[in-house]
């Protein structure tokens, strides 16, 4: 029933993304398609994609043993709320922490989310992979990443 839940609960939120797409201005392009294009065929198909999933986790639901009692399903473990609360609030603070600082939080969080403890290895880990990810996209890619506020935003201009 989680996944059923957890389905509709998506398909809501790609709604959401497809009625802001509709608001990107497109009164100075020259294409057809036009900068909320891109957007709009991404979640098309995801939406698409979604629907597939959910009518096989329809099927699957219908079809299920009901002689065995149900345990506990894994959408309600601890890991995976615990991650879904890490996206949220990395996804809240972003902007004001900057990209840099908030993945190596976020990574950190994941790996003691997910077993591996918080020790200095995984902590380091987690400060490559941030930088590592801030090189590609935020130099090589030059996409424009989050930059935080105040003193983190004049840090974020020394490294991209």
């Known amino acids: 029933m989680g996944e059923l839940i957890f389905h509709i609960i998506l398909l809501v939120v790609i709604g959401l993304f497809f009625k802001e797409s509709l608001v990107i201005d497109t009164e100075r ?3 057809p398609v ?21 009518y096989q986790a329809v099927r699957k639901y219908t079809n299920r043993d009901k002689t065995v009692s149900s345990e506990k399903p894994a959408e309600l473990s601890k890991e995976f709320m615990g991650i879904l609360a890490a ?16 993945t190596i939080l976020f990574f950190i969080a994941l790996y003691a989310l997910l077993g591996r403890g918080i020790s200095f290895k995984e902590t380091a880990r987690s400060v490559v992979f941030s930088f590592g990810f801030t090189l590609v996209f935020g130099t090589l890619l030059n996409l424009q990443l989050p930059r935080g506020i105040e003193i983190l935003k004049t840090f974020s201009y020394w490294i991209y």
Request: glycine share 10%; aromatic share 10%; hydrophobic share 60%.
């Open 29 to 31: 392009v020259s294409d």
């Open 34 to 54: 036009g900068p909320a294009g891109f957007p709009q065929g991404i979640i098309v198909i995801c939406a698409v994609l979604l629907l597939i999933s959910l």
């Open 87 to 102: 996206i949220s609030i990395y996804l809240l603070v972003v902007d004001y922490l900057g990209f840099i600082l908030c």
